[in-house]
């Protein structure tokens, strides 16, 4: 076992995250116009807060080179996740992992086999759906049921977008799959609020649920995900995906690579946000990522590796395929090495 756990810092402390900077280039006037004709070509040569454009010309029936400074776009930096705010970023491991909390224990002996942080109890983003997925699934929700999108399904927290317009119209069961599968957050909201009581006793349901799996370190405060209050750690988590994969319509609709819906009518088909689900060369039973930016990039996953299963949980990893490539890091050493269960 690879053990590099860190306590828990004040994670309290890390409700209040700095404001984010934009820094602008400062754009300098054109040093020649064209007084006829727009240019044919252009090269483009990057400075530090500019771009240089050389473009050809013609000028009275003569072409002409002529460059001119153009200002670049504004340079906003990442917000610093909850867990670079710990100092988590500085935990170093064997593996290099670009993810600040790993864990990854064998499913049938609970062993542990490599450990890093697992026990901060971080922003999770959607991997809360698979808490919304388990709450619909154990409640037995009918899944036939029609449910439609309104406006109180609307992003309000992060303003993000969703192909499901206010007024769609899907079954329960397709709610649940696109939710699962593409992380689609209208689908997530509207299976909490169509919750008997609602939202807040969809909420409360999902803390209970947590709370019987022995998921000490967790809370929810909505069955998206897009609130940075969602958190868990990683120990958490595993007992979150066993949980979840007692039940197979979670780990077929968390595991499809595509499927399509018809709202009002028409279609649209959903792609995976896994891309390790079409590789062949992983066998996944279940999986789930997630993202915001208190969070970082997340992902949940049980595989078949060596013959044997193993549960993998990655937190806030840097880059948008670094917690793919931590994974892919995780199964090349599980092969090598062989740790015994």
Known sequence: M??????????SMMALLPATLAFAGTAEHKKHASKKHGAHKKLAVKTASSKLIKRTVVVNGKRKVVTEHVALAPVVPEKPSMGDIAGLKHTQDPLALQSNVAFVVDQASSKVLFEKNSEVSLPIASITKLMTSLVVVETHQDLEETIEVTNEDVDKEKGTG????????LSRADMLHIALMSSENRAASALGRSYPGGLPAFVTAMNAKAKQLGMLDTHYVDSSGLSSQNRASARDLVKLVNAAYQHPVIRQYSTDAKYVVAPGGRQLEYGTSNKLVANPAWEIGLQKTGYIAEAGRCLVMQAMIEGRAIVMVFLDSKGKYSRLADAGRIKKWLETIKPQA
Do not use: D, M, W, Y
């Not at 969703?162 to 119209?169: D, E, M, Q």
């Open 2 to 11: 690879v053990k590099f756990a860190r306590r828990a810092l004040i994670i």
């Open 162 to 169: 969703s192909r499901l317009r206010i007024g769609a119209k």
